[in-house]
């Protein structure tokens, strides 16, 4: 079952072509919905005019050859492994994810396009696993990590505009799965209303784009990439620079550090890590 293709069976109802249109608009929607989104929030305008203002604060030049270096160390740390999450538990999820959805998404257009002729039976097996990792990953997020839910004792029901991304991506893995799972079973009538759910919250996915976090993905590796080169030229994003504190001079300059942050500075025990955020 997993290793045919889904969307083969599907082209004696739908046309390959109708199909293929549809995953072209929904490429469309997204890069239409992002650059609105640049437009609304002024992101490019933000990151050209800060890039400005930080270069008069740099007090060294950092070359192309370096840049390059943190490009790479931003693509590695940053984006491959997020590396920005200090949580565990919400780096998996979010590597699950992650993974799970381009696979998801490309293995899709693979099939969609090669629905025709003959596809192998290695790309649906990515196709269901893709699927099936955004949704361990998901669920995983949604019912454990998610914020509100542990900290501010909000039920995992309690959906918001800000959940629209998270809600439309598990409900387009989740019946794109059970959608798979009635048609090689042959639940006519209940893989034609898997199939249904499956593209309403695909077409979703990709149409609020504007109005989900899906355009952040492109946001986040900017400002990490510019956020390491403000350390690397010296500007330090506006921010002071923070001298060492176990550094004898600094000690001798300013004596009562030990007095409100102890012998190994900067530590300082785990404050509101001490316990997980788990009150209701």
Known sequence: ???????????????????????????????????LDVKHKKSARYFFEKGKSLKKLAKREVGGAEKVGLAVSTLANEVLASGEFENPDRR?????????????????????????????????????IGALMVSVGGYWFWFKIRVDVRSEGHPWYDVHLSDLFIVSLLLTTTFALVWSLFQAAGAGVLAGLAFFIFIAAATTLFGTVYWSKLAHMFFKPAAAFQKKVAKADGSMDKLPELPELTDPIVKERYPDIPTYMGDTPPYMGLGIKREAPTHY
């Open 92 to 128: 998996k999820s979010h590597l699950l994810m992650m993974y799970g959805f381009v696979t998801f998404v490309v293995t899709t257009a693979i099939l969609i396009f090669g629905v025709e002729g003959e596809t192998s039976g290695f790309v649906s097996l990515l196709w269901h």
């Open 1 to 35: 079952m997993i290793t045919s293709n889904p969307f083969a069976e599907l082209s004696a109802f739908i046309a390959p072509g109708v199909m293929q249109a549809y995953v072209v608009l929904m490429v469309l929607l997204v890069i239409g919905g992002t650059l």
